[in-house]
């Protein structure tokens, strides 16, 4: 094996020692109420996962040795919208060979830079620095809102980059679903508050399927209601909501509402109810540019794995490692 690809091996073992580490997990969770203990650990734990041996084997399987040392540099913003999720762009860039610098969200400010010191620290070679400004680059990975990247597309209109918006994701639903399933469905719904690209925030519904499944399913989240960011956004909509008389149904923890926008606020999940499954692939359609994760009908990914991506799982369909290679 590559020794770059052996060094992400050796990262997982780090990575799971994270995880035992509660002094980190605490000042993450000061720097960024949001990245409480129990999700930073599952960050680390999905990380883990994806770095397993297997996986790293079918990585080299379809995608060969990584690329020999580049003299080219690859900036890279990163969101900070959940704990480590600038954490993929900076290993495409070092398997690809490139010199990193990245400007990590003041929200993930504390677990991203430990995780990379744990790199460098098995890899002296390594090239991947933090940074206050993305300057002198060859190259950049981007995640922010629509709005930060069209000044990013313009800013550096004269480097190659790879520029990713606002997404959410979406299951549709049949009705002949598992309680096992819609447990994990849970699980895609409510990991990391659902703030990030692949929670799930709409469901299609069919027209005569049971709501009460769904609130019973999600009854092991309700510890969710105590935390007081996530407690204030459902404490608000709720009021605005009956304010403006609109109908919802709740269980003291989330909101439930029957809506057309695919990305609700924190705190509500949106649902649409179907009678003809040709009217939400159109839909779906529609919307494809604004989807990272369909799930449920016709997927190939399990309920419960939204969150858990693997390493060739690019956030928008967009292969960043081919991208680093054809631009090296």
């Given at each position: 094996?590559?020794?770059?690809?052996?060094?992400?091996?050796?990262?997982?073992?780090?990575?799971?020692?994270?995880?035992?580490?509660?002094?980190?997990?605490?000042?993450?969770?000061?720097?960024?109420?949001?990245?409480?203990?129990?999700?930073?650990?599952?960050?680390?734990?999905?990380?883990?996962?994806?770095?397993?041996?297997?996986?790293?084997?079918?990585?080299?399987?379809?995608?060969?040795?990584?690329?020999?040392?580049?003299?080219?540099?690859?900036?890279?913003?990163?969101?900070?919208?959940?704990?480590?999720?600038?954490?993929?762009?900076?290993?495409?860039?070092?398997?690809?060979?490139?010199?990193?610098?990245?400007?990590?969200?003041?929200?993930?400010?504390?677990?991203?830079?430990?995780?990379?010191?744990?790199?460098?620290?098995?890899?002296?070679?390594?090239?991947?620095?933090?940074?206050?400004?993305?300057?002198?680059?060859?190259?950049?990975?981007?995640?922010?809102?629509?709005?930060?990247?069209?000044?990013?597309?313009?800013?550096?209109?004269?480097?190659?980059?790879?520029?990713?918006?606002?997404?959410?994701?979406?299951?549709?639903?049949?009705?002949?679903?598992?309680?096992?399933?819609?447990?994990?469905?849970?699980?895609?719904?409510?990991?990391y508050f659902g703030r990030?690209?692949?929670?799930?925030?709409?469901?299609?519904?069919?027209?005569?399927?049971?709501?009460?499944?769904?609130f019973a399913s999600w009854?092991?989240?309700?510890?969710?209601?105590?935390?007081?960011?996530?407690?204030?956004?459902?404490?608000?909509?709720?009021?605005?909501?009956?304010?403006?008389?609109?109908?919802?149904?709740?269980?003291?923890?989330?909101?439930?509402?029957?809506?057309?926008?695919?990305?609700?606020?924190?705190?509500?999940?949106?649902?649409?109810?179907?009678?003809?499954?040709?009217?939400?692939?159109?839909?779906?359609?529609?919307?494809?540019?604004?989807?990272?994760?369909?799930?449920?009908?016709?997927?190939?990914?399990?309920?419960?794995?939204?969150?858990?991506?693997?390493?060739?799982?690019?956030?928008?369909?967009?292969?960043?490692?081919?991208?680093?290679?054809?631009?090296?």
């Amino acid at each position: 094996m590559d020794s770059r690809l052996q060094t992400l091996e050796n990262l997982a073992a780090e990575l799971r020692t994270l995880t035992l580490q509660e002094d980190l997990l605490a000042r993450t969770a000061a720097k960024n109420p949001w990245f409480t203990p129990e999700f930073s650990k599952k960050s680390l734990e999905s990380w883990a996962h994806a770095l397993r041996p297997e996986a790293l084997a079918h990585w080299a399987a379809r995608y060969g040795s990584p690329a020999n040392a580049s003299s080219k540099t690859v900036g890279v913003l990163c969101a900070g919208n959940l704990p480590l999720v600038g954490l993929h762009d900076i290993l495409m860039s070092y398997l690809a060979g490139w010199n990193v610098i990245y400007k990590a969200s003041s929200d993930d400010a504390v677990l991203l830079p430990a995780v990379i010191e744990r790199l460098r620290a098995m890899d002296t070679q390594a090239s991947i620095q933090p940074v206050e400004r993305l300057t002198s680059i060859d190259a950049l990975l981007a995640t922010g809102s629509n709005n930060t990247l069209r000044y990013f597309a313009h800013y550096f209109s004269e480097v190659p980059h790879v520029l990713r918006g606002s997404r959410t994701s979406v299951a549709v639903l049949q009705g002949a679903e598992s309680d096992q399933e819609l447990d994990g469905l849970a699980a895609d719904i409510f990991q990391y508050f659902g703030r990030g690209c692949r929670s799930i925030t709409h469901l299609f519904l069919p027209q005569d399927f049971d709501v009460q499944r769904l609130f019973a399913s999600w009854l092991p989240w309700g510890h969710l209601a105590q935390h007081a960011k996530y407690g204030s956004n459902y404490d608000y909509h709720r009021a605005l909501f009956m304010l403006n008389k609109e109908p919802f149904l709740e269980n003291n923890f989330v909101l439930l509402r029957e809506h057309p926008a695919l990305k609700p606020p924190v705190g509500v999940i949106h649902y649409t109810w179907y009678t003809d499954i040709a009217e939400v692939e159109a839909r779906l359609q529609e919307e494809y540019a604004n989807i990272q994760v369909r799930m449920g009908a016709g997927q190939t990914i399990s309920f419960g794995q939204s969150q858990a991506p693997e390493l060739w799982d690019f956030s928008d369909g967009l292969d960043t490692y081919t991208f680093l290679m054809e631009n090296a």
